[in-house]
T-cell receptor
C-alpha cells in the first residue's frame, strides 16, 4: 500500500535556527514522484518541489534543501536560518502509479521571533 | 491573476441542506480535484476529473457528487449535508492527470464549511 508518514505533528524553533521536517514513504512502484507543499496561515497550498524516483540528487533552493534517500524511503526537508515567514504547515506527498497523490498528515512549523 | 477561484469562502449550513461549492480555474488545466482537509488527517481526495466530461471517485466520495461540464468549472455538491462533512474544502487543478509534471497542483484558497 502507498503511504506517507510525517511523524512530526508540530515543530517549534526560534528564528535563525535550522529545522528539518521528516517524510517517510511506502510504495511498491519503481517509478514515483515525491512532493512538498507549503500551507501558510492564509490557507492556500503552494507547491515547493517535485522529485522523481530516479533522481536522488539533493536539491537546494535558497534556504530550502531536500534530501531524498531511496535506501531509507525518506524525503526530508531542511530550512536553514529559519524565518518567521516560514511558519506554515508543510505537507509531503507521493504520486502513485495512477498519478493520484497520497498525502502525509502535515507538519506544523512554528518559527518564534 | 491566473488561478483557481472557490466560492463561498465560508459557509454555515444546517444538516440536511443541499450545498454546492463552486470552483473555477482559468489556466485551461485538464485535471481538477476536490480535497477535504481535516486536522491530523492531511488532505483526502473526494472526487477528481481527468478531463471535461469525465469524473472519478477519490478516497472519500460518499455524500458528495461532482460534474465537469466544461474545462473551467468543477462544482462539488453535498446533496444532504451531515455534521461529519464539516471541513475545509480545497479545489485544485493540474495541466494533465498523467506524465511528468502532471501532479504539480495549483490550489484554490479553500472553502470552510460548517454543518450544524
Amino acid at each position: 500500500a502507498q503511504k506517507v508518514t510525517q511523524a512530526q505533528t508540530e515543530i517549534s524553533v526560534v528564528e535563525k535556527e535550522d529545522v528539518t521536517l521528516d517524510c517517510v514513504y511506502e510504495t511498491r512502484d519503481t517509478t514515483y514522484y515525491l512532493f512538498w507543499y507549503k500551507q501558510p496561515p492564509s490557507g492556500e497550498l503552494v507547491f515547493l518541489i517535485r522529485r522523481n524516483s530516479f533522481d536522488e540528487q539533493n536539491e537546494i533552493s535558497g534556504r530550502y534543501s531536500w534530501n531524498f534517500q531511496k535506501s531509507t524511503s525518506s524525503f526530508n526537508f531542511t530550512i536553514t536560518a529559519s524565518q518567521v515567514v516560514d511558519s506554515a504547515v508543510y505537507f509531503c506527498a507521493l504520486s502513485d502509479s495512477n498519478y493520484q497523490l497520497i498525502w502525509g498528515a502535515g507538519t506544523k512549523l512554528i518559527i518564534k521571533p | 491573476i491566473a488561478g483557481i477561484t472557490q466560492a463561498p469562502t465560508s459557509q454555515i449550513l444546517a444538516a440536511g441542506r443541499r450545498m454546492t461549492l463552486r470552483c473555477t480555474q482559468d489556466m485551461r488545466h485538464n485535471a481538477m480535484y476536490w480535497y477535504r482537509q481535516d486536522l491530523g488527517l492531511g488532505l483526502r481526495l473526494i472526487h477528481y476529473s481527468n478531463t471535461a466530461g469525465t469524473t472519478g471517485k477519490g478516497e472519500v466520495p460518499d455524500g458528495y457528487s461532482v460534474s465537469r461540464a466544461n474545462t473551467d468549472d468543477f462544482p462539488l455538491t453535498l446533496a444532504s449535508a451531515v455534521p461529519s462533512q464539516t471541513s475545509v474544502y480545497f479545489c485544485a487543478s493540474s495541466p494533465n492527470p498523467g506524465g511528468s509534471g502532471a501532479n504539480v497542483l495549483t490550489f484554490g484558497a479553500g472553502s470552510r464549511l460548517t454543518v450544524l
